[in-house]
């Protein structure tokens, strides 16, 4: 993956691990639609339908990945022997925890927390990766998602902007800057 933007299956893992119910799941995709787009793929962006298509089909795999993925070479047979061609790729993606963290905590901040903004250590952070030292590249990318995603990152209620001074167990605030 390696980029901003929302996929389906971003929406689906965040989805999957809050546990929420199918009423609340349809009314925050509408929601994140309606209000965020701008935040999803390209070709989300103008096609509610394929968007919440494609991230159920998502939750579906990821609740049921054992069996799908025991079925998936019988599916694929099946429409070759009709005469439909499936693009297996759309159907195999990796994930990348960096994506994946920075996406939940704008999720959480803009739809699920009553508290606007999450506190996080750069330890806590690069555990998350399971990387044990803070490089440039990940540091880079952490401040690229802090500004795509419209946040401001605080230390002792002071505004910052670069990671890498920042002692590992110290706290960062970030929050969105619209708040």
Known sequence: M?????SALDMAVI??????GIREECQFLLDFWRSERRFLEWKYQSNKRRFLQDTQYWMHYLNDKEQLDYDFA??????ENNGTQIEVEDYWR????VDIVFKEMYLDMAFFRKTKYVRKSMRQMLAKYH???RTASIVEKMERYVRFY?????VNRKRISDLSSIPLDQLITFRLCSV
């Open 150 to 154: 419209e946040m401001e990152m605080l």
């Open 94 to 97: 990796d994930l990348d925890e």
């Open 74 to 79: 019988d599916i694929v047979k099946a429409a």
């Open 131 to 133: 990387l044990k030292r």
């Open 15 to 20: 989805l999957c691990k809050k546990n929420l």
């Open 2 to 6: 390696g980029q901003l933007s929302y």
